[in-house]
C-alpha cells in the first residue's frame, strides 16, 4: 500500500522507466568464478576469459528479467575500507582473490563501460555505502538494490519504494520479507548484526548472542543503545546468566559492530543529476 501511494497512479511502465536499479556488481563476479571455476580458480590463466564472460551473461539476464531501464554499478574501492582504521581485523580473514578474478574483473567492467553503464567506486569507500548515498536522496525515484548481501536489507523502505533483489536466490525482498527472516525490522537490522557479528566480515558482536536472542532483545529494547540503557532486572528476564555477562563485558565491542556494519554517505560520490546513469 505504502508502495502504491509513493507512486501514485502511474503505469508500471512509468514506473520501470523511473526505477533506478542499483548494481552491487561484486555478486556477479563471486558467483561467476564459483560456478565456472569452482575450487581451481587460483590455478587458471589470468587470459582465461569465462569468468568475465559469465559475469555478463548474468548481468545481462538480470537487466532482462528486472526490466531495467535504469541503473548504477557500484563496487568496493581496491584502497582498503576506512573501516580498517577503526578495526584493523575488518575483514582480515579473507583470502586474496585469485590472479584471475583481477585480471577478469577490469575486462567485466570494460565490457560494462563499453553500452554506457557507469561504473562508480571511490577511494576507501564500499559499495554499500555508495549504494546508501544513491539511496538516500529525496526525490521520489524508486530504487531496486540488486545485491545479496544482508546489510543492504536496512535499506529497504516500502514507504519510499525501496526494495531489495537477490540476484542469486533470484528473490525479491521487501520490509516484510526483513522481519520474516532476520524477527526484526529493518531500520534495526544494524543493531541485530551489531548484536550477533558477521564472521564472513570479521565482525565480532557479542559472544554467545545468536539470531533468536538478538530479535529477542530488540523487539523488547529497540536497538543497542536501548539495550544497555535497560535495568538489570528488564535484561537478566530476557537471557541467561551467562549471556547477561558477556552483554554488560561487550557493550563497546557492540557499538562498534553495529558501526562496521553501517553504511556511511560517500561526500564525493558525483550525484550531479541522473545523466551518468545507464
Not at 531495467?68 to 581496491?78: F, G, Y
Not at 528473490?171 to 522481519?179: H, I, Y
Not at 560517500?266 to 545523466?275: A, F, I, Q, V
Request: charged residues 25%.
Amino acid at each position: 500500500w505504502t508502495r502504491r501511494k509513493r507512486l501514485g497512479t502511474k503505469t508500471s511502465s512509468e514506473v520501470a522507466a523511473m526505477t533506478i536499479h542499483l548494481i552491487d556488481i561484486s555478486a556477479y563476479l563471486h558467483r561467476a568464478m564459483h560456478v565456472v571455476y569452482g575450487d581451481r580458480a587460483a590455478t587458471v590463466d589470468v587470459n582465461d576469459t569465462a569468468l568475465a564472460d559469465h559475469a555478463c551473461t548474468m548481468l545481462a539476464n538480470t537487466m532482462v528479467k528486472l526490466d531495467i531501464r535504469r541503473m548504477a554499478v557500484v563496487c568496493d574501492s581496491t584502497d582498503p575500507s576506512f573501516r580498517c582504521d577503526m578495526y584493523p581485523k575488518y575483514k582480515s580473514g579473507r583470502k586474496p582473490h585469485a590472479p584471475v578474478f583481477t585480471a577478469q574483473s577490469v575486462r567485466f567492467f570494460s565490457a560494462i563501460k563499453d553500452i554506457g553503464v557507469s561504473v562508480f567506486s571511490e577511494p576507501r569507500y564500499e559499495a554499500d555505502d555508495l549504494i546508501a548515498t544513491f539511496a538516500g536522496q529525496e526525490h521520489g525515484t524508486p530504487y531496486v538494490i540488486v545485491s545479496h548481501d544482508k546489510d543492504l536489507l536496512a535499506l529497504v523502505d516500502d514507504s519510499r519504494a525501496i526494495s531489495a533483489y537477490n540476484p542469486v536466490a533470484d528473490k525479491w525482498l521487501r520490509e516484510s520479507d526483513v522481519v520474516e527472516k532476520f524477527g526484526v525490522f529493518c531500520y534495526q537490522l544494524y543493531d541485530y548484526l551489531g548484536l550477533v557479528g558477521d564472521p564472513a566480515d570479521g565482525i565480532p558482536g557479542v559472544e554467545g548472542v545468536g539470531a533468536k536472542t538478538a530479535a529477542r532483545l530488540l523487539k523488547m529494547f529497540e536497538t543497542i543503545g536501548g539495550v544497555y540503557m535497560a535495568s538489570e532486572h528488564a535484561l537478566r528476564s530476557e537471557v541467561n546468566k551467562k549471556q547477561f555477562d558477556m552483554i554488560l563485558a561487550s557493550k563497546d565491542q557492540a557499538i562498534l559492530s553495529r558501526m562496521l556494519t553501517r553504511p556511511v554517505i560517500c561526500p564525493t560520490l558525483d550525484l550531479t543529476g541522473h545523466g551518468a546513469l545507464w
